[in-house]
């Protein structure tokens, strides 16, 4: 039996559904009551109010569950606790988090995962799992890599207010690389490079996710930039940018980051080029379609993995479920890139 927090937002919500659709019967848990008896109301799952995922009853509340997804953000307030929760009443911890800070947090608990007996594994959502397909298959092309850069291009339909939260403190921490596996701090904005895609040319920033930690943990390369891939100018993202991370940092446009669903189709991607110390070099190029989508197929595929064949200690999802595991989710395909940025036919 397996739960999920966070049930009531915008993507616990979608999680729920796609566990439904395969014939999953998963506990709703969450801070709303009413919000629970609703899906509760017209799904037939059975839910559990959390009142304070910091207290120690919480623990209690997961006693019969075998895992739990953590859907519930801002994760830089629910990871914590959620993560103590379960490794004290030895349940699998899931979580969706892309934070540079929660998956950290996430695999540094390896130790006390091991000594409970348990496992927990971040990022089991979109973002991270898609950076980590494409690096991985980056890095088989080009085995000898120092350095793996990655970018993300989400099409999204929408969100809820965890997410915009997660989302503006990615953008507040500025931008952040991985240089022989330390942390390097710069604002938003710095080092902007054009790299030619299928899609046609962006504007690589790097940002704060979890990708940079589970890329490296997936790979070992221990030299990792994550970016968000944007369609405008270097110059003009340059210029703008810093003042965005500032904005961030107060918190004043978090109600913007809502989106209007549209009628065409969604394509999301994911792009990674691993580097050798020669300067020699391989692209890859992941595929799929709405992002949050994407996420759901990927939680409850997450989630048949860990029930199947349980482990003990903290693992990206790479690590935990092979570097192919984008590709369990319907649509998603991954291509090697030739240098003008072309797919590579397979031979």
Known sequence: MWGIYGATGYTGRLIAAEALARGHRPVLLGRSAGSLRQIADATGLEFRLVADAASA???????????????????????????????????AYLDISNELATVLDVL??????REAGTSATPGVGYGTVASEAVAAR???????????????????????????????????????RLVDGEIVRSRLGRGIRRVRLPIGRRSLVAVATGDLAAVQRTTGVRNVTASVAIAAPAALLAAVLPAVSATARTGWLKGSAKRTPRLREYRSYAWARATNGEGGSASAWL??????????????????????APRVGAFSSGAAFGPDFALRVPGTTIDLLDDVGARVAPT
Do not use: W
């Open 287 to 308: 595929a799929t379609g709405e992002g949050y989508a994407f996420t759901a197929s990927s939680v409850v595929s997450a989630v048949e993995a860990t029930l199947a």
């Open 138 to 176: 980056a890095h088989a092309a080009c085995p000898d890599a120092v350095s793996i850069e990655v970018a993300l291009l989400a099409d999204n339909a929408g969100g809820g207010a965890g997410t915009a939260a997660s989302v503006f403190a990615v953008l507040a921490d500025g931008g952040v």
């Open 108 to 113: 540094d608990a390896d130790g006390r995962c």
């Open 57 to 91: 009853d919480f623990a209690s509340t997961l006693g019969d569950l075998d895992l739990l997804v953590n859907a519930a953000g801002p994760f830089d307030q629910t990871v914590g606790p959620t993560l103590g929760a379960c490794i004290a009443s030895t349940t």
